[in-house]
């Protein structure tokens, strides 16, 4: 694989509608119902933020889905961290004993073996360089197409990268791994003349206090990060960032989160202090199990909160959770919140993006899903 930047330069005819969309992660259906929730239409252009494939259930149906619909409508598709490893599997063998060979055995939902199957490869899923051969005789589309796929896009306004750029001088010399995989992107303290668009770092573990996965704009740096955290976080969502054209800075989005919608009829006030613990910092001391909550003190923090039971996880001695808050939302009676989970004691919700408690009643009616 290249290892500078492939930078392109296409030019956006003023009027056209530019969505832009991250972090798919082979969701197929919450792509094919966003694009559907956002009218996508052959007069848009689509940009997507790379990371379409892996993680998800059906990167291979995803990937077929983008080219087919390459060929109506206009799409860029970018090359993200993940979608770059699928290609490097293909194009070498020097991360086979470093990376491949633990990453793969974890990951039996990987691009690379939903092609094995699909190829009927018999062998032994260890055995990478067979499997490599198979996949370079059976899927050599799929191998082209990866390896056509740029880094950066730069209009005259606009820069869209999976990761993130230190700087927009001379971007076809920087390095492309960095520019796909760099973490915690916004905390680096760069400001940019266009604006960046970004995916790759999931926008709620930029919240110490309140889980959101709306877009976060950061308008003084010209920061826009757009990774809902699709397939990765139980409430993550697909983000559709949307301008009504390449020369204007009102920026729209929508999403989809699959989750079912119900209209809240009691008001609620919002929690003034809560805390969003979130990957990477979310080790817990285990205080009172709980069939449905469990009390645990988080141990970076030292606050104690309950925590859904289904949301704890063991590794070794560790007890960590998935994504988890005490935050009570603000609701008043007519609104629209998605249900994350329901307890006898109160129901996390989703409203506007933000993840929070809800302890009010909600209308028996199920509402169309978002």
């Known amino acids: 694989m290249n290892q500078h930047a492939v930078v392109i330069h296409p030019e956006f005819a003023p009027g056209r509608r530019i969505l832009a969309v991250s972090d798919i992660h082979g969701n197929l ?5 966003l694009l559907e929730k956002v009218a996508f239409s052959p007069d848009d252009i689509l940009v997507l933020v790379g990371d379409m494939l892996e993680k998800g259930p059906d990167s291979l149906g995803l990937l077929r889905y983008i080219v087919e619909l390459s060929q109506t409508h206009t799409v860029y598709p970018l090359c993200g961290n993940c979608d770059g490893l699928v290609l490097n599997f293909f194009e070498t063998d020097t991360l086979d004993e470093s990376f491949f060979s633990r990453y793969l055995p974890q990951h039996p939902e ?66 492309r791994w960095r520019c796909m995989k760099n973490d915690d992107f916004r905390g680096q303290g760069h400001s940019f003349a266009k604006y960046v668009i970004v995916g790759h770092w999931p926008v709620t ?7 959101c996965a ?14 809902g955290g699709c397939v990765l976080k139980v409430d993550g969502q697909l983000n559709a960032l949307i301008l009504p054209s390449e020369d204007s800075q009102d920026f729209t989005w929508q999403a989809w989160d699959g989750l079912p919608v119900y209209t809240a009829l009691d008001p609620q006030e919002p929690s003034k202090d809560s805390i969003n613990i979130r990957w990477g910092r979310a080790d817990l001391e285990l205080l009172e199990p709980g069939e449905e909550l469990s009390r645990c003190r988080h141990l970076e923090s030292g606050r104690e909160l309950n925590i859904l039971t289904s949301y704890l996880r063991h590794t070794g001695d560790r007890l960590w959770c998935e994504d988890s808050t005490d935050y009570r939302l603000p609701v008043t009676p007519g609104d629209r919140l998605a249900l994350v989970a329901k307890t006898s004691r109160g129901c996390l919700m989703k409203k506007n993006g933000a993840t929070g408690w809800y302890f009010g009643r909600l209308a028996d009616k199920l509402e169309k899903t978002h």
């Open 214 to 227: 709306a877009p976060i704009f950061d308008w003084d740096r010209k920061i826009i990060s757009i990774d």
């Open 205 to 211: 573990l930029y919240h110490e206090h309140i889980p």
């Open 110 to 175: 990987s691009c690379i073996f939903q092609m094995a199957h699909e190829a009927g490869y018999d062998g032994d899923p260890t055995d990478l360089p067979r499997l490599r051969q198979t996949l370079r005789e059976t899927f050599p589309q799929v191998r082209e197409w990866l390896s056509t796929l740029p880094t950066i896009l730069e209009t005259e306004h606009l820069v869209f990268v999976h990761g993130g750029v230190p700087s927009l001088e001379h971007m076809e010399q920087l390095n």
């Open 29 to 33: 259906p919450f792509f094919q119902h």
